[in-house]
């Protein structure tokens, strides 16, 4: 077997740990696929560990192992934001190829990183950042090329979707299962992260950017996060036919449409109910699933774990695959120093080549267009429904389903409306005036509601 290629793992965590399993678990396989010997040289680690292997080196001082020159692909699996940022940025500048996890990171500075990275004539890789062990960013990257994407839906946190599945499917408290999913390594370091849909909007810009050919704009995505759910919603939406799923969406809209609406870009991640028939109604658990409306290909699905050790790893080390192919062989290795890699066959980080991204605006939240549940609280007087629904007749609001529980002791009777899609600022204005009927009793409950998916 040719000369080994070198690989440093920064953080021991989950996923860090999960790579090393991998590679002693399939070395052959790896081998045998990249006519490579792959070795850990380096980890980066903030405390010695004795259950390394001894041969590798353990060193917490992450630039120096991002400038080593017993390294040829630096592994990020820290998280956050700045040490993170800073170690990748020397890596490159160190002519290294990165394969990082980080999905906060890519979509906040990626711009930037991505440029560097170009620039210094070097790869990021990010498979793992989004979806897990689900090969998502090259399907999108490189299996979809040569479609239009219209659209793309995807239950893109696997935290989010263990706590929604095991609420529904157990009545388990919110609390209990988030802890679960900690233990579990699903959760990101600050779950806050996962439950606020703050990670979902990273994989989601990240996502949408390679579909669309846009810059990364993470600050621009809709982000609302689970939190919000009762057991109460989950279980009327269950009996009117649908399912609470926490869901990511990226959708082009072309023109303007009769509805008034805007041509640009829907980035959006929110609770969203769907019809319990749905494809993306029926992935549960720790899965994720991606779905995506392209031209001439159609609609096609992708689903599979969306965190864990076993399935980032199986993400991270892909891309080291990819990396040693770019690499090359012992014999260009020999005939010329390691700069001279074989880029040719580079996909652009983002799809697209950098000068042919689009400017295309990505919509605001009033310019939005989804069904709507509502679940209003009114007392149990006469034509307080007719007042409602007068309401949202006179926005142009097209009611699709309704369903009134008996008042109960408090002669309160929480009334639940199901709406065709509707502009959100017409909405608004709708559900402003409908809380201010001196027969409402609370605020109006509203979740999305999307056919797309
Ligand atoms: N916390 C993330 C999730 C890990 O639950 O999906 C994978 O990105």
Redesign the pocket.
């Known amino acids: 077997m040719s000369n080994s290629i070198k690989l440093a793992i920064l953080g021991l965590g989950t996923v860090g740990t999960g790579v090393i399993n991998l590679i002693n678990d399939n070395l052959d396989e790896l081998k045998r696929r990249s006519g490579r010997d792959i070795i850990i040289t380096e980890v980066g680690t903030r405390r010695q560990r004795d259950d390394i292997d001894p041969d590798i080196m353990q060193n917490s001082d992450l630039m120096a192992i991002a400038a080593s020159d017993n390294v040829d692909i630096v592994i990020e699996v820290i998280g956050g934001t700045t040490l993170a940022k800073d170690v990748i940025m020397h890596a490159i500048k160190n002519g290294k190829h990165v394969v990082t996890a980080n999905?906060a990171l890519l979509a906040e500075h990626g711009n930037e990183i991505f440029a560097f990275a170009e620039a210094n004539n070097v790869h990021v890789a990010y498979e793992a950042a989004v979806a897990?062990g689900i090969p998502i960013i090259k399907v999108m990257r490189e299996a979809l090329a040569a479609n239009k994407i219209n659209w793309l839906a995807g239950i893109i946190?696997?935290?989010?979707n263990f706590i929604m599945t095991e609420m529904r499917d157990k009545g388990r408290p919110f609390a209990d299962v988030l802890s679960e999913a900690q233990e579990l390594g699903?959760?990101?370091a600050d779950p806050t992260f996962?439950v606020e849909g703050i990670?979902a909007a990273h994989k989601l810009a990240l996502l949408a950017s390679i579909a669309f050919g846009i810059p990364l704009q993470f600050d621009k995505v809709y982000c609302e996060g689970i939190t919000g759910i009762t057991l109460q919603d989950v279980n009327y939406a269950e009996e009117l036919g649908y399912r609470i799923k926490h869901l990511g969406f990226a959708v082009r809209r072309d023109s303007g449409g009769s509805n008034g609406d805007d041509a640009g870009i829907e980035l959006r991640v929110h609770p969203t109910l769907i019809p319990q028939d749905a494809l993306l109604a029926n992935v549960n658990g720790v899965k994720?699933a991606v779905l995506v409306n392209s031209h001439p290909l159609g609609q096609t699905l992708y689903c599979g774990d969306?965190?864990g050790a076993g399935a980032?790893a199986s993400a991270v080390m892909a891309d080291v695959m990819d990396l040693v192919r770019v690499l090359g062989s012992k014999d260009n290795d020999d005939q010329s120093n390691s700069n001279q890699n074989n880029h040719g066959h580079h996909v652009p980080h983002l799809a697209f080549i950098p000068e042919q991204l689009s400017d295309t605006p990505i919509l605001r939240a009033e310019q939005m267009i989804t069904g709507y549940y509502l679940r209003v609280h009114a007392f149990d007087n006469p034509g307080v429904l007719a007042d409602i629904t007068r309401i949202l007749s006179d926005a142009g609001i097209n009611i699709d389903a309704i369903l009134q529980k008996p008042a109960h002791k408090l002669g309160q009777v929480p009334v639940i409306i199901l709406t065709l899609p509707v502009v959100e600022s017409q909405m608004n204005l709708a559900i402003e005036k409908i809380e201010k009927l001196n027969t409402i009793t609370d605020k109006v409950v509203r979740i999305r509601l999307d056919e797309l998916a």
């Not at 946190?157 to 989010?160: D, K, L």
């Open positions: 999905k897990g946190n696997g935290t989010g699903y959760a990101e996962d990670d994720n969306g965190a980032t």
